[in-house]
C-alpha cells in the first residue's frame, strides 16, 4: 500500500485492497474534534503510536470499519498524556526520523484488546480464536 500526501492534509490511498470488517483491531483513528487526522497503532494495551506532527488534544477510536460512521464497534478513548520523541522538530521537513509520538490511553475493553494483542504477539502466524 503507498499513502501519498501532499499539502499536509490531503491523503490517499494508492493500490490498496479493502480490508475484511474488523479484520484490523490494532489499527487507530486519531481525532480532533471527531474527525480524523492521522492513523495510528496500538502497541500495548495502553499505548498508542502515531506521527508527532499529530499532536493536538485528542481521542483515540479503536474498532472501526468505517471512520466516517458511527458503529457500535468503535471504541472512543481519552487520552492520559503525550510521550513525543524528544529530538521532534515540528517544521524540520527534510528530516523525518524523529516524527514519533505516543500516546498514552485508558486501555480499552478487553474483547479489542485481545484480538489486537492476538494479532500483534510475537509469534505472527499464531491462531487466536
Keep these: 500500500i503507498l499513502v501519498i500526501v501532499t499539502g499536509g492534509m490531503e491523503s490517499g490511498i494508492i493500490g490498496g485492497k479493502e480490508a475484511k470488517h474488523h479484520s484490523r483491531p490494532y489499527m487507530a483513528s486519531i481525532q480532533y474534534i471527531n474527525h480524523h487526522t492521522c492513523g495510528g497503532i496500538l502497541i500495548r494495551q495502553d499505548y498508542v503510536l502515531t506521527a508527532a ?14 471512520i466516517n460512521k458511527k458503529e457500535k464497534s468503535q471504541q472512543r478513548i481519552p487520552v492520559i498524556k503525550y510521550i ?35 494479532l500483534l504477539s510475537i509469534n505472527y502466524f499464531a491462531i487466536c480464536s
Excluded at 53 to 66: D, E, F, K, M, S
Design 53 to 66: 506532527h499529530c499532536l493536538n488534544p485528542v481521542v483515540v477510536v479503536l474498532g472501526a470499519y468505517n
Design 84 to 118: 513525543q520523541h524528544p529530538m521532534f522538530e515540528r517544521n524540520k521537513k527534510e528530516d523525518c526520523s524523529y516524527d514519533k509520538l505516543l500516546i498514552k490511553v485508558f486501555s480499552p475493553s478487553p474483547v479489542t484488546l485481545y484480538y489486537a494483542l492476538c
